[in-house]
């Protein structure tokens, strides 16, 4: 029954064409032989997973910008490749350890780092996995997500305590994730790890959907004044060139 019904929404995608982009689920229902309640249920799995999408003024059904987002990484450079040396600017003109992250299921994932060339600094190291309410790389990516997912991953994680700043309370962690929204960036306060300063920005996909962050989490005396917003600064430009990057390679 699961085979089927994969197969029947693979069929419904290939249906959209250049001449087709627009499909009424009972054109779907005719030219697959279902009933219109079936083809109707099929395509609503599809828009909850934003494969498909209503059209303008109603007018039926297109592909989803999921499709965007998917076909994005078919990319001559995949989104490490692209991040690479823009994080690796940073690291060296800050000597800082900087971190790219995405998400994965509900938590956050390195996906790739340069480490800092200062003794002291907070280590990271690829495929390690946190929590997104504690720390900017995580609440970069959580300030940009969808309400309903973003309840959905503090109902399945929770908001865990690690250090006395750590935010654990649901209303005021919504708070600052429309003041992230705002600002273009996120910070912490030794939320995950104590006596470090962390930032970090979001980097989205051509279809607006936020597809990870870069960041920085250094001791919280390298990140204070004039040294934090030139991190500010240094991180936007980069999250900002990658994001341009990221959107000309789709749009080929």
């Keep these: 029954m699961l085979l089927n019904t994969l197969e029947k929404c693979i069929q419904i995608l290939t249906l ?3 001449e087709s982009p627009v499909l009424q689920v009972s054109e779907i ?15 609503s799995a599809l828009r909850s997973h934003r ?18 987002d998917l076909a994005a990484t078919m990319s001559r450079k995949p989104l490490r490749e692209i991040a690479l040396p823009y994080i690796e600017r940073v690291a060296h003109e800050t000597g800082e350890t900087v971190i790219l992250c995405a998400l994965r ?19 990271h190291e690829l495929g390690d996995t946190y929590p997104l309410h504690a720390g900017a790389t995580g609440k970069a990516i959580l300030a940009h997500l969808d309400p309903e997912l973003q309840d959905a991953i503090i109902d399945d994680v929770g908001l865990p305590r690690f250090t006395d700043t750590t935010i654990t309370d649901t209303r005021r962690l919504k708070r600052e994730l429309t003041e992230i929204r705002k600002a273009g960036f996120a910070e912490s306060d030794g939320e995950a790890i104590a006596e470090t300063q962390g930032i970090a920005v979001p980097i989205f996909a051509s279809s607006g959907r936020v597809l990870a962050s870069i960041g920085v989490s250094a001791p919280t005396h390298r ?11 240094l991180l936007v430009d980069a999250g900002g060139r990658i994001t341009e990057e990221l959107n000309a390679l789709g749009s080929r």
């Design 51 to 68: 494969l498909v999408e209503e059209a303008p003024n109603g007018g039926g059904y297109r592909l989803g910008s999921r499709i965007s």
């Design 16 to 18: 959209f064409s250049i």
């Design 29 to 43: 229902a005719e030219i697959l032989d279902l009933p219109r309640s079936t083809a109707y249920r099929y395509v």
């Design 223 to 233: 990140a204070q004044g004039e040294d934090r917003r030139r991190l500010i600064r």
């Design 105 to 123: 299921r509900h938590v956050g994932v390195c996906l790739e780092k340069v480490d800092g060339h200062h003794v002291l600094r907070v280590a």
